[in-house]
């Protein structure tokens, strides 16, 4: 069974601060690591995608892999009351299978 | 354009009910899905469409009854359903892992399904 893990939270920052979102994987054999953001209510938004050992930039996100330690993180700057939603790792298995964690619920305090 | 458009939004039903719950995609992907998505939970994957056929079934209940007309349309047939059935059911399309790829996977906005 692949595993994606990460800490339920909630986890809560100022805003203007920098939220740390961070997620493990069991399976080494994984290529493409996804962040998606969810309201309460809405479905999944997917906002970064990652396939590649480093950081990736869009805006005020940063995912960031490493596929030797199988963690991947999501970086928010600046955060806003806004981003306050749950936050979704996922990654790619076999045969069209994507494989989700238990969600990181953030809160960012006005 | 990234959009997967789902009908209804909400759907109240009595168990001894039939509906269906439809999704479309134009974004050229060839792998659809079917998910279930209960409160504080990740979505759960119900079944996998690639090229308009049948490549997933996460041993689903038969009063779950998938179908893709073509590679635009994907339904979720319902029948005889209990309320813990009562769900967030999430339609997602992707393009279609050929060996080596990369690709995302988009949601659309969901059917909230209340069975009575």
Known sequence: QKEVEQNSGPLSVPEGAIASLNCTYSDRGSQSFFWYRQYSGKSPELIMFIYSNGDKEDGRFTAQLNKASQYVSLLIRDSQPSDSATYLCAVNGDFNKFYFGSGTKLNVKP | ?116
């Open chain 2, 1 to 116: 354009d990234t959009e997967v458009t789902q009908t209804p939004k909400h759907l109240v039903m009595g168990m001894t009910n039939k509906k269906s719950l439809k999704c479309e995609q134009h974004m050229g992907h060839r792998a659809m899905y079917w998910y279930k998505q209960k409160a504080k939970k990740p979505p759960e994957l119900m079944f996998v469409y690639s090229y308009e056929k049948l490549s997933i079934n996460e041993s689903v209940p038969s009063r779950f009854s998938p179908e893709c007309p073509n590679s635009s349309l994907l339904n979720l047939h319902l029948h005889a359903l209990q309320p813990e059935d009562s769900a967030l059911y999430l339609c997602a399309s992707s393009q279609d892992r050929l060996g080596e790829g990369y690709y995302e996977q988009y949601f659309g906005p969901g059917t909230r399904l209340t069975v009575t």
